[in-house]
């Protein structure tokens, strides 16, 4: 009896399709790529207008396609399949190409020379004498020429300094702090912190640097001639011996100012040199003036018969703690073309005057308080970021 085949038939699995499919990775990256391209532009609105209109675009494929497709027409761009779109392009076939001539090899440097040197028993030449006795050279701060990364921390230091660069992740954003370590005679700086997504960062902190930098060349600039005009009266002082005067009576005298503030004290017609801190200084009735480049200039009158203590920072503006929700939002204080960085929870002193406090974090609305600022009365600022709905 012959054997009979059985021949059986599988019908093939139906090809993916958009409708039931999972959103892939690139649909995705697609999104965030034309949400840059409009960020901060006409089309912002748009974008997220959009967005709102396609509350479960999250749900299939299919949906988070019909999403795309209305965001790609906010570009007026031609109509096109995003299905098709999304799969792979044909693989394109080498092309070879004719083989490099070998390079030349470029004929070997020759040395140079070597310099002669002293014959033995003969004296080296030495610093002449005008030049032991030159003052030292003050550092100064000057403007980077380029506009990229290292030029602009580069601009924030004096030949010789050095700085310290952290960088915190916290979910999806980091948060930069710059701190500068001080020069010889300088006040610690204040340090630059800023906290954004990594997108941001690498298109805006250069920009975002910027004031941060003007405003420390601004306050190293004024210490810096303060510390000149120093050296030049010490140097006066020594060129011509002045007599032995009569002991006079001394007090302690202790002030306090804001950072970067430069004092000066007139007692009877004559200038008493006076520094931030402790201060020895003749008895008498002292007119004492602190001239700030950002708090401007305060004076006061001081009997100095006994020991003093006066706090500058009561006249030349007052303390401001803001508190924001999320802690970790980006915080600043505007007057003006005057910008002032702000943190979470930490004491800042500002200039008396109407100031803008601008609070900003990732997934959450900006949000702006005006506030009145008045000289020697602290204040707390409470500020809740409102989040907003994810784009894409």
């Known amino acids: 009896m012959g054997q009979v085949a059985v021949m059986t038939y599988t019908q093939p699995a139906p090809a993916p399709t958009a409708q039931h499919a999972p959103i892939l990775p690139d649909d995705k990256a697609r999104a965030a790529e034309l949400w840059e391209s409009v960020k901060g532009t006409a089309l912002e609105d ?10 479960d675009k999250d749900a299939t494929r299919m949906h988070y396609l019909a999403f795309l497709a209305d965001i790609e027409g906010l570009f007026a761009a031609p109509e096109a399949d995003p299905w098709e779109a999304s799969q792979p392009a044909p693989v394109a076939q ?12 470029e004929p070997e440097p020759q040395p140079a020379p070597e310099a002669s040197t002293p014959e033995e028993g003969a004296a080296e ?52 702090g710059i701190f500068p370590k001080p020069h010889p005679g300088e006040a610690a700086p204040v340090p630059f912190m800023l ?38 009266a010490n140097k006066k002082a020594t060129d011509k ?56 200039e305060v ?6 018969h006994a020991n003093k203590e006066h706090d500058f920072t009561e006249q030349q503006g007052a303390r401001v703690t803001v508190n924001v ?20 929870g930490v004491e800042v002193l500002l200039p008396s005057g109407t100031w803008v406090v601008n609070a900003q974090a990732a997934e959450h609305a900006t949000a702006n308080q005006t506030i009145s600022v ?16 994810r784009l894409f």
């Open 46 to 55: 748009d974008f997220r207008r959009v967005s709102r209109e396609h509350p």
């Open 94 to 105: 080498p092309v070879l190409s004719a083989p490099q001539p070998e390079p030349t090899p």
């Open 125 to 176: 030449p030495g610093p002449s004498r005008d030049a032991q006795d030159a003052p030292v050279p003050i550092a100064t701060l000057a403007a980077p020429v380029h506009s990229g990364l290292i030029a602009q921390l580069a601009g924030l230091l004096a030949d010789g300094g050095e700085l310290t660069f952290q960088l915190l992740r916290v979910r999806a954003d980091v948060t930069i």
């Open 195 to 232: 906290t954004e997504t990594p997108d941001w960062m690498d298109a805006n902190l250069v920009t975002a640097m910027q004031g941060y930098a003007g405003a420390r060349r601004d306050a190293f600039s004024v210490a810096q001639q303060a510390a000149q005009r120093q050296q030049d």
């Open 241 to 296: 011996p002045a007599p032995t005067p009569a002991k006079a009576k001394t007090s302690a005298l202790t002030l306090k100012a804001a950072e970067g503030t430069t004092l000066k004290g007139t007692l009877g017609g004559k200038d008493v040199p006076l520094v931030v801190g402790k201060n020895d200084v003749p008895q008498g009735t002292l007119e004492i003036t602190a001239a700030h480049p950002t708090f401007g």
């Open 299 to 304: 004076k006061k009158t001081v009997a100095t």
């Open 325 to 344: 929700t999320p802690q970790g939002a980006a915080l600043e204080a505007t007057k003006g073309d005057t910008v002032i960085a702000l943190h979470h």
């Open 374 to 389: 008045k000289a020697g009365k602290p204040q707390v600022i409470e500020m809740t970021l409102k989040e907003e709905q």
